[in-house]
């Protein structure tokens, strides 16, 4: 009981002085503070009213699954991305944003464990990175968790689309010399991003654009360092096609299913069953032999059998 409270103790400890330490190593980093994602109103929910079973669409990763920028759920990343699978699918779709913002790839193995562990698979979209290029964290670690991340929603039957790491040196909140880092950790980071899904199974779609850099004050949100609700559309712009293919190919997968399931159960059917079924009649059950009748003057095996009082005269005539 004891060694519980000291270990509860001590990764209170352990949360306050991390905090502490980010925060400082983030005022070196950036001009201003950012915003935390506390107003932005969750897309969770069931959208389109198509035939047959709903979608499990699902988001993953940091700030930008969250859509941390936007002040309405309309405009969040997952209600849009929603919205077009209902539309292009013509079947329901069921939303869970399971981002948090903050997020790094190490933390997000919760969010993987939580979505692989469900019983019904569907789509998952994976927006992680930024936060791995600001620590000073190795990058090739994060891009290979990354890949078995995908290796492990694979492996549970979903279609995984990653949007690979933007340009986060682009924000024009950071600091000069920070920017110029970020920018090559991030070219380095998608890059790595891409290798690992690809082997891994997953599509990746790449974020990266110049558009940031030449309209930073309509496509960043009030706090210089998350996109505004137009730069989000200019992300799902370029991630679109992506998520629809693999909403397709979760579909069409269920459906080969669903026709291989019938084909088993038609090849197990009794033969008697299957022959009805086809219009043709029945085979005749075979007669039974007839029960030989037992002799009058049984004799033992090898004995010779004596001929009965008058036979041979009859023969003989």
Known sequence: MRAEVLARTWKRFRRRVLKSALKGFAGLLLRQPLWDGRDVPSPSGRYGSGAGAPLPF???GDSSAVTVGVLTAADTVGAQLARLLADRLDCPVDLDVTARAGATTAGMARQVRSVAGRGTPGVAFILIGGNDVLLPAPL???????GRYVRELRGAGWEVV???????????ALR??????????SKWLARHQRSAVAAAGG???PLATDAFRSAPGRLYCPDAFHPSAEGYRLYLGLAAPAVTE???AHLRAGASARRGQVALVQTCRPASQSTAARGHAQLPRPARRPTPR???HPTEVGAEVAPRPGAAGRDRR
């Open 140 to 146: 090739g670690r994060a891009a290979d968790r990354l």
């Open 203 to 205: 599509r990746v779609v």
């Open 294 to 296: 037992p002799l009058r």
């Open 246 to 248: 693999a909403g397709e």
């Open 176 to 185: 000069r010399p920070a920017a110029v880092v970020a920018s090559i950790r």
């Open 162 to 172: 990653i949007g690979s790491c933007a340009d986060i040196g682009a924000a024009p």
């Open 58 to 60: 699902v988001l993953l």
